[in-house]
């Protein structure tokens, strides 16, 4: 995987083998960041990374000048690689190992943007109740967004608060916005 923008444009990171992840493609990630490069200036992002595995959105997000950026994985040598990235590269990134679930059951912290990568073979149902946890405990802050990325074999169209979706290969990006009063 690599940083495709930001102070460490171009950087090579290789993650161990042995972490249970699927890192997000540099195609997909580029797309995503075209479209967020429209609506935020980085460095005043608040960003929560769900199923962060190898922290390569976080990276993304750090490498363009955020700062506020919490990721969550369950996974112990996920935590850990993210954690020595973070060192290296002088990253700001808070790191949590928790199932994204209860984590998002507890935290009372908003964000500008919540990013989930769960894995692919979820159900419908689990991706969904993602998307219901932000929403019910309002873990957004005004204008912003929740990336759901999933397989092109997953619809999330019917779930709560679903605005678009963009694809990417075999990757989609499933956005959802609270609903303006």
């Not at 102070?7 to 997909?28: E, H, I, N, S, W």
């Not at 922290?55 to 490498?63: K, Q, R, T, V």
């Not at 873990?139 to 779930?159: C, M, R």
């Given at each position: 995987?690599?940083?495709?923008?930001?102070?460490?444009?171009?950087?090579?990171?290789?993650?161990?083998?042995?972490?249970?992840?699927?890192?997000?493609?540099?195609?997909?990630?580029?797309?995503?960041?075209?479209?967020l490069n429209h609506h935020?200036?980085?460095?005043?992002?608040t960003l929560l990374d769900l199923f962060?595995?190898?922290?390569?959105?976080?990276?993304?997000?750090?490498?363009?000048?955020?700062?506020?950026?919490?990721?969550?994985?369950?996974?112990?040598?996920?935590?850990?690689?993210i954690k020595s990235i973070a060192k290296e590269l002088e990253f700001d990134i808070d790191t949590i190992k928790s199932d994204v679930y209860s984590y998002l059951e507890k935290v009372k912290k908003k964000s500008d943007i919540i990013f989930a990568?769960?894995?692919?073979?979820?159900d419908t149902e689990q991706f969904t109740k993602i998307a219901e946890l932000v929403f019910t405990n309002d873990?957004?802050?005004?204008?912003?967004?929740?990336?759901?990325?999933?397989?092109?074999?997953?619809?999330?169209?019917?779930?709560p608060n679903f605005r678009n979706a963009r694809k990417y290969g075999g990757s989609v990006f499933s956005f959802f916005e609270k609903e303006q009063s």
């Open positions: 995987m690599r940083i495709i923008s930001g102070k460490y444009k171009g950087k090579r990171l290789q993650a161990p083998k042995k972490l249970p992840v699927r890192p997000t493609t540099d195609m997909a990630k580029e797309g995503l960041f075209n479209i935020y200036v980085f460095s005043q992002v962060a595995g190898t922290g390569n959105i976080s990276y993304e997000f750090a490498s363009r000048g955020s700062e506020n950026i919490t990721a969550v994985d369950a996974n112990y040598g996920c935590v850990g690689y990568d769960p894995p692919y073979d979820f873990l957004l802050n005004e204008d912003g967004l929740l990336i759901i990325e999933h397989s092109k074999h997953t619809s999330l169209e019917d779930a």
